[in-house]
């Protein structure tokens, strides 16, 4: 432990002399073409230090800037949780809220005749679902199955000699096992139970029907089914539990959890105003522009002037003026005795202003858009960040979604109880992770962490909160034979929890660590 008084140079020894020497003997250890991508690093200023394991320093600095890093997913117990869910999740129908069952080929192909009686459509059986790749081997291997096409991310091709995708792209790769006309003829049944039992065993349980018009697609599955409505989900992999991966993350939302709306109120900040006046805070005073010369053609159809308060324009002029309107209309001037025709083409201020922070490259338009708008929580997802099929996979009532929002008290208590809850098939599946998930909760709770959720977003945690959390992690990584150096890790701690995080630390020191304070 390194005391002394303030400015007196502890966090100096030990993060720019130790630290320092520590990182500089690692990366000497690389080649020479390694090292010239980290660049040089310059010796800390001291004769000799003998004895010196790897070095980690846990430093007390906020983790991740990223609005995607969450105290879940900086621990990791976020990634056995999805783990989790894929493998040990029950499947309940968003629709109905049945438990989904599975179904038999004879029940799929009733299915097919029933929704696709007289139409054109593809069989194919999913090989490949968003990995990387370039499958050059795949391909020829479907080759030699005698199969001639295959839907790469959406597009049928013909498969040719030596064919291969980009590697560095995630793919969805089926193959067309059979194109037919869907009649009732004794023929027709025949080959489409064939290609049923084709395209499962090569789709292993499942299969996709697009029909050929709509090009809309269908999956049947021998696992997963909604018993009334007919919907199916894919097999659960961990990243359809994800907010980071395209296959797991709300699409309204992106994963975030929170989208901006506009806000009428900072709109109109004072509806005692007129327009003329600048009552329409994005517009400003009136000006001689094309924006205000349609307000004026709206005014002539809603019978109100530029000058009059704004709470006294009808609540119809005021929903086409902030949401757009694209109409004609003619007015009968009775002192001149003509009638003149007016035209409104207005994008509406509420639609421009949500178009330019969502479209716009300019950041400093981006920034004045935003002046107008409030970060809320995404309507379809609810702030959980993820797809709707995510959150009814349950385990003991609990989507996953419910399980991030516990406080980490709670949750260490619902996995201590979860036991009795789970059937003889899940306990097999299970036990390693809830093993390690109890063990990563158990540290944070060491660390005076309890009162965290791991949908907490990283970027609001105070400097000691993210240290503790790093710390944790590394209890749970059970690394040996590593010099870990801690600045100052009891900031921010409540006095009772000082006696958990000394035990923490004696903890790492126990499993063959050196540890520097």
Same mark, same amino acid.
């Given at each position: 432990v390194i005391t002394g008084l303030s400015g007196s140079g502890k966090s100096s020894l030990a993060f720019d002399t130790i630290y320092a020497e520590g990182q500089r003997r690692y990366i000497e250890t690389f080649s020479a073409y390694a090292r010239q991508f980290l660049g040089g690093l310059e010796r800390p200023d001291v004769d000799k230090i003998d004895g010196l394991s790897p070095v980690i320093a846990i430093e007390q600095k906020t983790t991740s800037k990223s609005p995607r890093s969450t105290v879940g997913t900086i621990t990791e117990i976020y990634d056995f949780l999805r783990l989790f869910y894929a493998r040990a999740g029950e499947a309940y129908s968003y629709n109905s809220g049945e438990k989904m069952v599975s179904y038999s080929d004879e029940q799929i192909k009733e299915l097919i005749f029933e929704n696709f009686n007289g139409k054109r459509i593809n069989i194919l059986a999913p090989v490949i679902r968003s990995r990387k790749g370039h499958y050059r081997e795949l391909f020829e291997q479907i080759s030699k199955q005698g199969f001639v096409k295959v839907r790469v991310d959406g597009e049928i091709r013909d498969l040719e000699f030596g064919m291969k995708v980009d590697r560095y792209k995630t793919h969805d790769i089926e193959i067309v096992i059979d194109r037919m006309l869907i009649e009732n003829t004794e023929d027709n049944d025949k080959r489409l139970t064939e290609s049923i039992k084709t395209a499962m065993y090569h789709g292993e349980d499942i299969m996709m029907v697009i029909e050929q018009e709509s090009?809309?697609?269908?999956?049947?599955?021998?696992?997963?089914?909604?018993?009334?409505?007919?919907?199916? %989900?894919?097999?659960?992999?961990?990243?359809?539990?994800?907010?980071?991966?395209?296959? #797991? $993350?709300?699409?309204?939302?992106?994963?975030?959890?929170?989208?901006?709306?506009?806000? *009428?109120?900072?709109?109109?900040?004072?509806?005692?105003?007129? /327009?003329?006046?600048?009552?329409? $805070?994005?517009?400003?005073? &009136?000006?001689?522009?094309?924006?205000?010369?349609?307000?004026?053609?709206? #005014?002539?159809?809603? #019978?109100?002037?530029?000058?009059?308060?704004?709470?006294?324009?009808?609540?119809?002029?005021?929903?086409?003026?902030?949401?757009?309107?694209?109409?004609?209309?003619?007015?009968?001037?009775?002192?001149?005795? /003509?009638?003149?025709? %007016?035209?409104?083409?207005?994008?509406? /201020?509420?639609?421009?202003?949500?178009? &330019?922070?969502?479209?716009?490259?300019?950041?400093? /338009?981006?920034?004045? !858009?935003?002046?107008?708008?409030?970060?809320?929580?995404?309507?379809?997802?609810?702030?959980?960040?993820?797809?709707?099929? !995510? *959150? %009814?996979?349950?385990?003991?009532?609990?989507?996953?979604?419910?399980?991030?929002?516990?406080?980490?008290?709670?949750?260490?208590?619902?996995?201590?109880?979860?036991?009795p809850h789970l059937s003889e098939k899940q306990k097999a599946i299970a036990t390693e992770i809830v093993k390690e998930i109890r063990a990563r909760l158990s540290f944070l709770v060491d660390v005076g962490l309890n009162y965290l959720s791991l949908n907490r977003s990283s970027k609001s945690l105070s400097g000691g909160e993210a240290q503790r959390i790093r710390l944790a992690t590394q209890i749970g990584s059970q690394l040996v034979g590593v010099l870990y150096i801690l600045d100052e890790p009891s900031i921010g701690l409540h006095q009772r929890d000082n006696e958990r995080l000394i035990r923490s630390l004696e903890q790492l020191r126990d499993i063959g660590n050196s540890v520097i304070v």
């Open positions: 090009q809309e697609v269908r999956f049947f599955s021998r696992n997963l089914m909604c018993p009334s409505t007919g919907i199916s %989900y894919p097999n659960p992999e961990p990243n359809n539990f994800s907010f980071n991966s395209p296959k #797991g $993350a709300c699409e309204h939302c992106n994963g975030l959890g929170l989208v901006s709306e506009v806000n *009428l109120n900072k709109i109109i900040p004072n509806p005692k105003l007129s /327009i003329k006046n600048g009552g329409f $805070a994005p517009l400003g005073e &009136q000006k001689n522009s094309w924006i205000f010369k349609q307000l004026e053609i709206i #005014g002539e159809k809603f #019978g109100f002037k530029l000058t009059d308060p704004i709470e006294k324009i009808s609540p119809e002029a005021i929903d086409m003026i902030l949401n757009g309107g694209n109409e004609k209309f003619s007015v009968v001037s009775k002192v001149m005795g /003509i009638t003149k025709e %007016y035209k409104i083409d207005f994008e509406g /201020i509420s639609n421009f202003i949500k178009n &330019q922070h969502d479209e716009s490259d300019s950041a400093t /338009i981006k920034r004045w !858009a935003k002046e107008f708008m409030d970060e809320v929580d995404c309507p379809v997802c609810e702030g959980t960040r993820l797809r709707k099929e !995510a *959150l %009814y996979f349950k385990i003991n009532e609990k989507n996953i979604g419910e399980l991030s929002a516990m406080d980490i008290d709670e949750l260490s208590l619902w996995f201590q109880e979860l036991e």
